[in-house]
């Protein structure tokens, strides 16, 4: 346990350097001699079921999990409780936002990146969760594919695709677009004041 932890979140749309930003946390982690536990999504299978990959090559072996029980589940299972926490693609695994700000509470440095916001526009509640206990939280830019420009949104291109708002995939179905050109703000939903 950590006298003094943190919680960092990075967060953005698909291919902003999330996993690349986490990566580069538990490299400086692992210099400081930190004992470091990571996890990501048993759903995320896309470049190596067992390794968190960054779309640049980066890489950390990480442990799959379903829920944010079994992270706990495996940490118990630990020789030695670690000093950090790392999670790739939070947004996938339910109930991880208790488990990651229990942990933080409990004296672990936790780190996560993750999506914020779906294709269709809406936050994801795990992350919304995180983001209140988080210490710093950094909002990563891709490059809109139309214009160029700071890109915050992601675009789902086969959008009549109704397999769910957590489809795992890449550049294939996948593009970050800016505020403009993302197809969730031209459905502008009525604000309810209730």
Known sequence: MQGNPTFSVYVGPMFSSKTTKLLSALERFKYQRKRVAVFK???????????VVSHSGWT????????????????????????????????MIPNVAEVLTWL?????TVIASTLDISYAGKPFHEVEKML?????IEKCAAVCTICGRDAFYTHKKLIDDDRGEIQVGG????????????LAVDKREKIHTE
């Open 104 to 108: 933080y509470r409990n004296g672990i």
């Open 41 to 51: 999504p048993s759903l995320d299978d896309r470049y190596d079921p067992s390794e």
């Open 60 to 91: 950390a072996p990480a442990l799959t999990v379903k829920t944010g029980a079994d992270i706990l589940e495996a940490l118990a299972q630990m020789p030695d409780e670690p000093d950090v926490v790392a999670v790739d693609e939070a947004f």
């Open 171 to 182: 550049a294939e179905l996948y593009e970050p677009r800016c505020f403009q050109h993302h």
């Open 132 to 136: 209140a206990w988080a210490t710093h």
